[in-house]
């Protein structure tokens, strides 16, 4: 059974605001399903109809063979949603509104205090269990909304930008967490704009752009369409200047470090330039990678910025 299936979905605000336009794709039950875009791309919109918050223009959304209803008590139960800014936290203790999220599943009070202080103790939070949502830090907020999506085991996760403020080691526990349920079965929907991070996890993934998906498919198989290209990173000595012309081309991702995607057909022709003495002696690391998940999400974008430009 998949977890869900979207068909010709579209919603507008107005009559020129196409927030989603036309989507149709399905989500295995099971799989890590990666929705990548910039904001404004209409991923948090989608995400807002999937779990019931929003209603389709047209088309229609399914749960697991069902379709979705406004207020769908189904989705309360089998859905654990973490949205972007989870403000309905602020005025509430920690443990609370963990408790209150498992009693909304349909845990009993035993039952969801139980899987609250466990989860608090899990995510690192049980020192702070007690203190009011809107008091805590920006990443210790974020981890009280993952505990309450993560309360009552629903067998979907839709996670908003989930690491957004956490710190490297909160990052790793959520992660460790996130990858535990996975293991159990569990589908884990990640909307981000973190294409790195993204990489490591999903099984498939999604890139919209303007409120439609411009690309599909698994990592591999979207990097397969990037194939004839290699990317260099390369970073230069200081106090060297004279390289950076040469590098223009590319992208600047550091203080003194650029990277470029080539065609494999001007591999030739960038060693030869990197031979060159003068070259050479300004380069202080050079790497060499096939194309990234980042990559293709940059192919993409720019195809769509070029449309624009039309």
Do not use: C
């Not at 035993?110 to 995510?123: H, T, W």
């Not at 939070?125 to 203190?131: G, W």
């Amino acid at each position: 059974m998949l977890a869900f299936e979207i068909r010709d979905l579209h919603k507008t605000y107005g009559h020129e605001v196409h927030a989603n336009d036309g989507l149709d794709f399905s989500i295995e039950t099971g799989e890590v399903f990666g929705v990548l875009g910039p904001n404004g791309a209409g991923k948090s919109t989608l995400v807002q109809q999937m779990v019931g918050l929003s209603v389709p223009t047209s088309g229609e959304i399914r749960l697991r063979g069902q379709p979705i209803r406004p207020h769908d008590r189904r989705v309360r139960r089998l859905v654990g949603y973490l949205a972007q800014r989870p403000l309905a936290l602020y005025d509430l203790r920690a443990r609370e509104a963990v408790v209150a999220t498992g009693r909304l599943r349909g845990l009993s009070r035993p039952e969801a205090e139980r899987e609250a202080d466990a989860l608090l103790r899990e995510i690192g939070l049980k020192d702070r269990q007690d203190r009011l949502v809107g008091n805590l830090s920006g990443g210790e907020h974020r981890l009280v909304g993952m505990a309450t999506a993560l309360i009552g085991s629903p067998p979907v996760l839709i996670l908003d930008e989930p690491t957004n403020e956490l710190d490297p080691v909160a990052r790793r526990r959520v992660w460790d967490m996130l990858m535990r349920r996975r293991s159990e079965g569990t589908t884990i929907i990640l909307v981000t704009h973190n294409v790195l991070e993204a990489e490591r996890v999903v099984g498939r993934v999604a890139i919209m752009a303007r409120g439609r998906i411009v690309a599909i498919g698994t990592p591999g198989e979207l990097k397969e369409r990037l194939h004839a290209q290699v990317r260099l990173e390369v970073a230069l000595r200081d106090g060297v200047p004279q390289a950076e012309d040469w590098l223009a081309a590319g992208r600047q991702i550091g203080e003194r470090r650029w990277s470029l995607t080539l065609g494999r057909d001007r591999l030739g022709e960038a060693f030869r330039r990197l031979a060159d003495p003068a070259t050479s002696a300004e380069i202080d690391d050079l790497r060499i990678a096939s194309p990234s998940l980042e990559d293709v999400y940059l192919a993409y974008h720019g195809e769509e910025a070029r449309e624009d430009a039309r």
